[in-house]
């Protein structure tokens, strides 16, 4: 398996649940981030990690948790979140984070809180 | 504050040519990057952009001039598929991507 891979693709959510967003590439790379995305606005930085650090959090709300174990996988925790919450989340990936290094992206989680 | 303007929308006709324009106001300028995205999909690296002039890969060309903050993607021969949406992103003096919003390319037979 090549690329970023994200999974769930899909995730409908109760504001009181509690979810985890997977995402893992197969590219070597040694930085990785997570973006929101929503309809007609640019593209939110939420956090970078470089060789395994979290180098940005970019104010997000502590409701959103990140975790990453290793340079080839990071998790995107979700609790008690808001109706505004609802975006697609795509995890990229690229050599380091920094300098000339196109982003590599995921197919994205299409989160629904409901 | 930091700055990317696209058009939201863009129609053309397959087989001819279109320009995307972006326009930047960034605090230090460190490269522009082009991004194509699907429906559903993730966003693709297209172009990158660090000097003036312009690139070509194929179909699709990108122009630089850092003295106007002023940046296009030229789209020739279009196909159908090349309908998606296009992201213009720059870099600024700390190496922070900061994003326009999408232009939706529609191409119409």
């Known amino acids: 398996e090549t690329g970023v891979t994200q999974t769930p693709r899909h995730l409908v959510m109760g504001m009181t649940n509690k979810k985890s967003l997977k995402c893992e590439q197969h590219?070597?790379?040694?930085?990785m981030y997570w973006y929101k995305q929503s309809a007609k606005k640019p593209l939110e930085l939420m956090f970078v990690?470089?060789?395994?650090?979290?180098?940005e959090n970019n104010s997000v709300p502590s409701r959103f948790s990140p975790e990453c174990p290793n340079s080839s996988h990071l998790f995107l925790h979700l609790h008690t979140l808001q109706p505004e919450d609802s975006a697609l989340y795509l995890c990229?990936?690229?050599?380091?984070?920094?300098?000339?290094?196109?982003?590599?992206f995921g197919n994205g989680t299409r989160l629904t809180v409901t | 504050g930091q700055n990317i303007d696209q058009p939201t929308e863009m129609t053309a006709t397959e087989g001819a040519i279109v320009q995307i324009n972006c326009t930047y106001q960034?605090?230090?300028?460190?490269?522009l990057f082009w991004y194509q995205q699907h429906a559903g999909e993730a966003p693709t690296f297209l172009s990158y952009?660090?000097l003036d002039g312009l690139e070509e890969k194929g179909r699709f060309s990108s122009f630089l001039s850092r003295s106007k903050g002023y940046s296009y993607l030229l789209l020739k021969e279009l196909q159908m598929k090349d309908s998606a949406s296009y992201l213009c992103?720059?870099?600024?003096?700390?190496?922070?991507?900061?994003w326009g919003a999408g232009t939706k390319l529609i191409i119409k037979p």
């Open positions: 990229a990936s690229s050599g380091t984070a920094g300098g000339y290094s196109p982003l590599h």
């Open positions: 590219l070597g790379h040694n930085a």
């Open positions: 990690y470089n060789f395994k650090e979290q180098t």
């Open positions: 960034t605090s230090g300028f460190n490269g």
């Open positions: 952009n660090v």
């Open positions: 992103a720059v870099q600024d003096s700390n190496y922070q991507l900061i």
